[in-house]
């Protein structure tokens, strides 16, 4: 897992130029870039790294920045870093990851305004806290606050960073019920080992396994 910056599947793309003057001129102007890795710091949005064809590189660009190299600048629609993310970065060890299964795959996610955002899976981030030796103060392992950020392409040429709950991806051999989900988050810590059980004492290496005694204030003797 990286800290603070890490590799992605490169992008060929655009950049709204004003981005490269602090947002104080060239405004409605664009360049071609490839945005080639991210940043991640705890509690702001997902910040990319790009190239641009003079060989600068530009630093910690927020999502908004970027449109798709197929459309003129005027062709895609100007939209604020909330609108095409949701959550800001969980902590500063991000994992890059590109899942076979979604690769190519269309999808929806539902926006601040209630309307429905259609684009295509590129590549997902995913936070978590690898370092026992660092006080954990981020909300990355805990279950019901734990989001990823699916990055997409989307059709109107923007890109956006979308959790799985409010997603939704279509197959057409598969994906057959349009309904929108009523699922609960999960609240629940899986662990594998707190089952009770304990493991024979001795040096076989195909020892037996037996489910301890359980006392009367529902600890185990």
Known sequence: MAYLNANIPPIYCKIRREYLYDLKKNKGQSSDCVIFGLASISG????????LPNGAVFYRL????????EFERHQVPDMRVDELQLWNCFSYWPSVHRFDW?????GKY????????????????????????????????I?????????????????AAQPNNRLLWH??????????????????????EDSGLVTEDSDKMFYDIEEKVKAEDNTYE
């Open 44 to 51: 702001r949005a997902i910040l990319f790294h790009c190239m």
């Open 62 to 69: 927020p999502i908004s920045a970027f449109f798709q190299k």
């Open 143 to 159: 279950p019901q606050e734990h989001k990823c950020a699916h990055i997409l392409a989307l059709t109107n040429g923007n890109y």
């Open 171 to 192: 197959i057409n051999s598969y994906t057959t019920d349009d309904s929108w989900p009523d699922y609960k988050v999960q609240t629940t810590y899986w662990d594998a």
């Open 110 to 141: 539902l926006g601040l305004d209630k309307k429905f955002y259609h684009g295509e899976y590129l590549f997902t981030i995913d936070w978590g806290h690898p370092d026992v030796n660092i006080l954990d103060v981020e909300h990355s392992e």
């Open 102 to 106: 979604l690769a190519g795959i269309k």
